[in-house]
């Protein structure tokens, strides 16, 4: 197998998505975008996908996380690329895909990133109910 998805929940309520391998054309590339997607349809509003474990991303693979980025954006929620790193880094760079989705070093950071966002929004919505 190419590819190893696995996901756990972070507090509070994000779900981390963890790749290894290869993410590149094939039906092994699909995986990632089910995995995703199915956790949408269940409800998951905030979501990091980690990047460490991946080796190699093509084009297929930019396009997967793209159209995931997408269906998430289009359901009101939260989507973090972390950990990205040689030339998978310099692939999202060289795309500007950096510029469109948060990317952070770590999953932690991420997640704390994520929790921060999730915890100002919610302060913020408090203020306007009060108002």
Known sequence: M??????????????????????????ECTHVEDT????????ARNIVVDLAGVRQIDSSGLGIITLCFGKMSKAG??????????????????????????VSATADEACSRMAAEIQARAAAAGTAAQA
């Open 36 to 43: 995703v997607v199915k956790a949408i349809d269940e409800g």
């Open 77 to 102: 929620g939260r989507f973090y690329l972390a950990g990205a790193h040689g030339i998978v880094l310099e692939i999202l760079k060289m795309t500007h895909l950096d510029t469109v989705i948060p």
């Open 2 to 27: 190419l590819l190893t998805i696995t996901t756990r929940v972070a507090e509070p309520d994000i779900l981390v998505v963890e790749i290894e391998g290869r993410i590149l054309l094939g039906r």
